[in-house]
């Protein structure tokens, strides 16, 4: 399951995944997003708010995130994986082969301090 929170003034994305993701997860996450990101052209942020990674519920889950990967990276300009979870934590290293946006990694108790860098230089 996928919960997220998009706060428009600030033009940031928070995702937090609290069970395994499911394709369902991924589609209404698009129909969230795209319609603004179709308005305003980008987003400033994305934050992965997770203390763990819960995994996918199956196979067309994990394409289904492979798809919205592929589909926002270039439309979000830094990515902030705010987590306990080993597996997230070394996350911005792969994905800088792969994403255009700055991603960093904070500690799952710094929330505050990755949504700070999040809205520095919009």
């Not at 987003?43 to 819960?54: C, D, Q, T, V």
Request: net charge neutral.
């Amino acid at each position: 399951m996928l919960k997220y929170e998009l706060n428009r003034a600030e033009s940031i994305l928070i995702i937090m995944p609290s069970g395994p993701l499911e394709s369902t997860d991924f589609e209404k996450l698009v129909q969230e997003v795209d319609p603004y990101i179709r308005e305003n052209g980008k987003l400033n942020g994305l934050m992965i708010y997770a203390k763990s990674f819960p995994g996918w519920d199956n196979f067309a889950a994990f394409l289904s995130h492979i798809k919205f990967v592929k589909n926002h990276h270039q439309k979000i300009k830094k990515i902030a994986a705010v987590t306990g979870s080993r597996f997230l934590s070394i996350m911005p290293q792969v994905a800088n082969h792969f994403v255009q946006a700055e991603i960093r990694h904070f500690d799952y108790d710094d929330k505050d301090a990755a949504l700070n860098w999040l809205k520095a230089d919009k």
